[in-house]
């Protein structure tokens, strides 16, 4: 049986995008996003907590992130998880996790993802952002007409 490996989270970017660049035309964005919970503890004291999400965007969703995401908007990202692996400056073997986002979702208002003044006019997407267009779904077919009397168009209802 096949597993299944999706993330949605909901959560304010802690810095700006990070870009690079590739020689053969692929671009990747990676930031981190705060997700927060608040929870009354055993003692009745109110807790918060959050966790910090390496996000990486490719190719369009990347381009896009750069354009309009700004440290502290509010985003919606789905995705799944990645584990990586490397090797720090001492040799240490390190491992992480990261989110690679398929498609994401810019929320709050027009003038907390448009970063500053200049941008206002830009035509800022408010509406979810993914990584290929979705078809529309199939239209249904429209109903026959009631057949009328004589081929006359009367209306018989007492209302």
Known sequence: MAGVNKVILVGHLGSDPEMKYFDG??????????????????NGQRV??????????WDNLAKIAEQYLKKGNQVYVEGRIRTETWQD??????????????????????QSN??????????????????????????????????????ADTDDLPF
Do not use: C
Not at 52 to 57: D, F
Not at 91 to 106: D, F, H, P, Y
């Open 25 to 42: 035309g692929s671009v990747v964005a990676k930031f981190n996003i705060a997700t927060s919970e608040a929870y009354n503890d055993k």
């Open 48 to 57: 918060e907590q959050t966790e910090w999400h390496k996000i990486e965007l």
């Open 89 to 110: 400056k001492e040799g240490v073997q390190r491992s992480g996790i990261k989110i690679r986002a398929n498609s994401m979702t810019l929320l709050g208002s027009r």
């Open 114 to 151: 448009s970063g500053n003044a200049d941008n206002e006019g830009s035509g800022n997407p408010s509406a979810a952002v993914a990584a290929a267009p979705r078809p529309a779904p199939p239209r249904a077919p429209e109903p026959a007409p009631f057949p009328t009397e004589g081929g």
